[in-house]
């Protein structure tokens, strides 16, 4: 007996990969597709994913008719900062008069304007808020979640963040991945101590993150006005040392060879990317790290997109994620990055898929078990009401989601409206 079946599918989207980590360049075109399918699932995990006429839907706890519908895997949005207090309307405003985002950090806001409002919150007013957020991802159909901190940015308020986001596991659905940030930037009150600020990463934080297994990475903000090259790979030293793997912000505002560190250290994924040169793409195939685009972030600070179709030419695995946070991209929406991804960075809406599902998994290291229907994966899937995937992305700033099963379970299904 199965606990459910989908079944009358008008399109499943596989993205089957036969067991391999990644799909890189041309392979990113390759989501297999069903047409009139059925999928069917047991125990949270997929049994059955084939034609309709493949299975017998009278075998089944629940079965649902996905007549018109396409599935897909749930989507994997693995770069956001969800664990916030406060908002930033008035340097939104600024921006919007002409501000860069660059001049309002450099003259003390942005990042540590976060700092301040996340400092002053309480682990119950970030659980708070961070869940409204992750509802508004699965709302879009985002079923795990990286979660990074780096608002905290002195011991206490590190640790602080980190508790809240391996407590939100408990308290939500989506399956949430920990990301240990406190190399975000030099927090205000250590802008004239920066070596301590350093030493305080390395032998406080680091140490006390690891020894309470507090995330699975850990991460720096490699740019001008943030992180060096030499103290981002001494961070990912000491990580790797405790059993952290890295994974870096890299070449986002301007060219510095962050692409090519993150090869160098074997990072699980580079992020952002506007500025990467030829040797840290070679650099990152060598070392098998995902590349991950933020749309989003182009289009809230009104900038360049990053260009997709170099990496993707040059056989890269591209994934796309939003970056949720409250001063690069405030949305949650991953069908938003999907559509941008289409119109601006010129990506086909199959490598779009491929890199909202299997390469998002694998730049969490999660691949093996997430990231596509295929049998003994989880079962994470999502019904559109589209009739095929394409209009998901094409019929762009809408919410086409209709049902989201997280570990075999339904977890969301939308209602309509009635008179
Ligand atoms: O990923 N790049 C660094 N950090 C964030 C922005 C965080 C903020 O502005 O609060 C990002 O874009
Ligand atoms: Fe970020």
Known sequence: MMDIIFYNASQIVTVASGGARLKRGAEMRDIGLIEDGAVAIKNGRIEYVGPSDGIDISKAERSINAFGKTILP???????????????????????????????????????????????ASKIELTEYALH????????????????????????????????INELRDLHVIEIVPTFLGAHTIPFDYKDRREEYLQLIMERMLPEVARRRLAQYCDVFVEKGAFTLEEARGIFMRAREL????????????????????????????????HISDDGIARMRDSGTIATLLPGVSLFLGEEYPDARRLIEAGLAVAIATDANPGSCTSENIQLMMSLAAT?????????????????????????????????????????????????????????LNTVVKAGRVVMEKSYASA
Do not use: W
Request: net charge negative; proline share 1%.
């Open 74 to 120: 749930g989507f994997v949005d693995s770069h956001t900062h969800l664990v916030f207090a406060g908002a930033r309307e008035e340097e939104f405003a600024r921006r919007i008069a002409g501000a860069t985002y660059a001049e309002i950090a450099a003259a003390g806001g942005g990042i540590n304007t976060t700092v301040k409002a996340t400092r002053a």
């Open 243 to 274: 059993g952290m793997k890295a994974r870096v912000h890299a070449d986002q505002i301007t060219p510095g060879g962050g692409a090519e560190l993150a090869g160098d250290v074997f990072a699980a994924s580079a992020d952002h990317l506007d």
């Open 133 to 164: 957020r992750l509802d508004s991802c699965l709302g879009f159909g985002s079923t795990t979640v990286e979660i990074k901190s780096g608002y905290g940015l002195d011991f206490e308020n590190e640790i602080k963040m980190l508790e809240v």
């Open 344 to 400: 601006q960075m010129r990506m086909t809406m199959e490598e779009i898929i491929t890199a909202v599902t299997l390469n998002a998994a694998a730049a969490l290291d999660r691949s093996d078990a997430l990231g596509s229907i295929e049998e003994g994966k989880q079962a994470d899937l999502l019904m559109f009401d589209t009739p095929n995937y394409q209009r998901i992305i094409y019929h762009f700033g809408v919410n086409h």
